[in-house]
């Protein structure tokens, strides 16, 4: 007779080892981003400011899948490192524009460097890598 509880068990959670390797890897990004002084949640902000140049705060949390009360005190920071600016839509108030500073497009030639150093730390060929992006995605979707 099945065990009604067997779902219930960690190892049968796909969940599980999601949150475990998104947490691992944020820990080996760590050092990387210390020698920028940037959080995870800074740098991937920073990564969509270095591809857009200037989004609204609605385009940014859809980017990174993250709510404009998370979003908030990490823009402020990056203010406060002179990194971005945050103005309001002449149009709309309502809306918030975050611009990169020149501060800011210089920090990108610091972090060029990481995600090769990342792709090094974690232990998976390229294949695998592509294979699993994908999978992610297609979560995400």
């Known amino acids: 007779?099945?065990?009604?509880?067997?779902?219930?068990?960690?190892?049968n959670q796909l969940c599980f080892p999601l949150y475990a390797c998104a947490k691992e890897v944020v820990k080996k990004y760590k050092p990387y981003l210390d020698e920028i002084d940037l959080t995870y949640t800074q740098y991937i902000a920073m990564m969509v400011l270095w591809e857009k140049k200037e989004v609204?705060?609605?385009?940014?949390?859809?980017?990174?899948?993250?709510?404009?009360?998370?979003?908030?005190?990490?823009?402020?920071?990056?203010?406060q490192k002179d990194f971005i600016t945050r103005t309001r839509d002449k149009y709309d108030e309502r809306n918030v524009i975050i611009s990169l500073t020149d501060e800011g497009e210089r920090l990108k030639e610091k972090a060029v460097s990481i995600p090769m150093k990342m792709g090094a730390c974690i232990n998976i060929d390229e294949e695998e890598?592509?294979?699993?992006?994908?999978?992610?995605?297609?979560?995400l979707t």
């Open 1 to 11: 007779m099945p065990d009604k509880y067997e779902a219930l068990k960690l190892k």
């Open 56 to 79: 609204n705060v609605k385009e940014l949390g859809e980017c990174l899948y993250l709510d404009s009360g998370t979003l908030t005190p990490v823009l402020k920071k990056l203010e």
């Open 129 to 139: 890598a592509k294979t699993l992006y994908r999978i992610l995605y297609k979560i």
